[in-house]
C-alpha cells in the first residue's frame, strides 16, 4: 500500500463546475499537506498548504485537512480551462522528505 | 513569492557525455534543495537531498556515481549526469526549501535531458 493514494483520473468537467480533488493517506505523522498544480513540462507549482487540520481558503481555492480519516481534498469554484492541469497532493512528517500522490490530470472543457 | 530557476531548461547530449543542470533560489536561501526525476504521466521521483556545505544524501536505488550534486551555496545546487545513457532521458526537477519544519518547497520549472 502506498503511503500517499491519489486518483490519476483523468477528470474532465464542464467550465465553472466545482472540481473535488482528494488523496488519503496512512501515516498519521503527516503534518504538513500541499497542493500543487502542475502543467505539462512545467514545474510544480505552490497551490495550497496548511498545517494539521483544518479548512484553508485562497481565491476559488480551498483546501481541507481531516488527519482523523487521513483525508485531504482541494477544491476549485467557478473552474476555468487555465485550471487544466495535473494535481499534485503532497505531504510530510516534521523535516523529512515530501511523499507526493500520483497526481490527478484534470481538463476543464469551455 | 519564492521563485526557483534551472538552467538548461532542455538539453540534448551524445551518450557517453556529462551533463551539468543549475538549481537557484533566486530570492531566498535554501537550506535544504531536492532533485527529483520525472518519467511521462507519473509523479515526482526524489532522487537526492542536499543541505548547503555537506554530502547529499541519495534515495535507494539513486547512482551516487552517475548523478553528481553540488550543493555549493544557500541559493545554488548542481546536478551533473555522468556518462549519460538514453535511459537516463527524462525530466529532472529541483526544489528548494528555506527551512527546516514549517517552509514549503518551492520548485523550479524542470530540465529536460535528451540523451542521443
Known amino acids: 500500500q502506498k503511503e500517499v493514494e491519489q486518483d490519476p483520473g483523468p477528470l474532465s468537467v464542464p467550465e465553472g463546475a466545482i472540481v473535488s480533488l482528494n488523496c488519503t493517506y496512512s501515516n498519521s505523522a503527516f503534518q504538513y499537506f500541499m497542493w500543487y498544480r502542475q502543467y505539462s513540462r512545467k514545474g510544480p507549482e505552490l497551490l495550497m498548504y496548511t498545517y494539521s487540520s483544518g479548512n484553508k481558503e485562497d481565491g476559488r481555492f480551498t483546501a481541507q485537512v481531516d488527519k482523523s480519516s487521513k483525508y485531504i481534498s482541494l477544491f476549485i469554484r467557478d473552474s476555468q480551462p487555465s485550471d487544466s492541469a495535473t494535481y499534485l497532493c503532497?505531504?510530510?512528517?516534521?523535516?523529512?522528505?515530501?511523499?507526493f500522490g500520483q497526481g490527478t490530470r484534470l481538463t476543464i472543457n469551455p | 513569492g519564492a521563485v526557483v530557476s534551472q538552467h538548461p531548461s532542455w538539453v540534448i547530449c551524445k551518450s557517453g557525455t556529462s551533463v551539468k543542470i543549475e538549481c537557484r533560489s533566486l530570492?531566498?536561501?535554501?537550506?535544504?534543495m531536492f532533485w527529483y526525476r520525472q518519467f511521462p504521466k507519473q509523479s515526482l521521483m526524489l532522487m537526492a537531498t542536499?543541505?548547503?556545505?555537506?554530502?547529499?544524501?541519495?534515495e535507494q536505488g539513486v547512482e551516487k556515481d552517475k548523478f553528481l550534486i553540488n550543493h555549493a551555496s544557500l541559493t545554488l545546487s548542481t546536478l551533473t549526469v555522468t556518462s549519460a545513457h538514453p535511459e537516463d532521458s527524462s525530466f529532472y526537477i529541483c526544489s528548494a526549501r528555506q527551512g527546516l519544519f514549517t517552509d514549503t518547497q518551492y520548485f523550479g520549472p524542470g530540465t529536460r535531458l535528451t540523451v542521443l
Open positions: 542536499s543541505n548547503e556545505g555537506s554530502k547529499a544524501t541519495y
Open positions: 530570492d531566498f536561501q535554501a537550506t535544504t
Open positions: 503532497a505531504m510530510r512528517q516534521g523535516a523529512q522528505k515530501l511523499v
